[in-house]
Each structure stands twice: as structure tokens, then as C-alpha cells.
């Protein structure tokens, strides 16, 4: 398969769901618990995508993007802004990797 192609294809495919929730414009018709999926969805997305590879990625300190991960839900939970989350899950990462090598 031409490389071109498979990159096309798959934005592609990890577009759809990010972009559909904006342009349904029958989402404030939706019952509740549907429209709340809708919304969701791209994060979702998202989420399967970056977790698999935050284990895989340091084949030999899997922990260190496992601690990544978590910081980043815990700061996400707590409400803080998503820069602040993504700054706090790349230092405690290169922390992690850094001294636990």
C-alpha cells in the first residue's frame, strides 16, 4: 500500500470522530445521555488512541508513561486547564524516565 495513501486514510479515520460532534446540527434535539456521547466522542477517540502507546512506546519504562497518563486524568479531573495537564504529564514522563531509566 502506497504510504501517501494509509497516512490519507487514517487522518481520515481519526478525523470523523473528532470533527462529527460540531457539525450534527440536530445535537441539541438529542436526549441528554446521547448529546453528552456526542460531545465526548472526540476525547474518546482520542484517549484509545494516546493510551496503547503511552505503555508501548518505553518498551523497557512502560511505568513512565503510565505515570504520564495518570497525572494527566488526575489533573484533568480536578479541572485544571489542558495546558497545565499536558506540562504536568511531560515533566513527571521525563522525570520518570530521567531517574528510573
Known amino acids: 500500500m502506497n504510504v501517501y495513501l494509509m497516512i490519507a486514510v487514517c ?3 481519526t ?4 470533527i462529527l460532534p460540531l457539525f450534527v446540527r440536530t445535537l441539541d434535539s438529542l436526549p ?9 466522542l472526540p476525547i474518546a477517540a482520542l484517549g ?10 518505553f518498551s523497557s519504562s512502560w511505568y513512565a508513561g503510565l505515570v504520564g497518563v495518570v497525572a ?3 489533573s484533568s479531573y480536578f479541572r485544571r486547564p489542558m ?11 521525563t522525570l520518570m524516565l530521567v531517574l528510573f531509566p
Do not use: E
Not at 478525523?15 to 473528532?18: A, C, D, T
Not at 484509545?48 to 512506546?57: E, G, K, N, Q, W
Open 83 to 93: 495546558i497545565i495537564s499536558i506540562i504536568i504529564s511531560l515533566v513527571l514522563t
Open 72 to 74: 494527566a486524568f488526575l
Open 11 to 13: 487522518s481520515a479515520v
Open 15 to 18: 478525523l470523523v470522530p473528532r
Open 48 to 57: 484509545c488512541l494516546i493510551f496503547p502507546l503511552s505503555l508501548t512506546d
Open 32 to 40: 441528554k445521555t446521547i448529546r453528552k456521547c456526542m460531545l465526548l
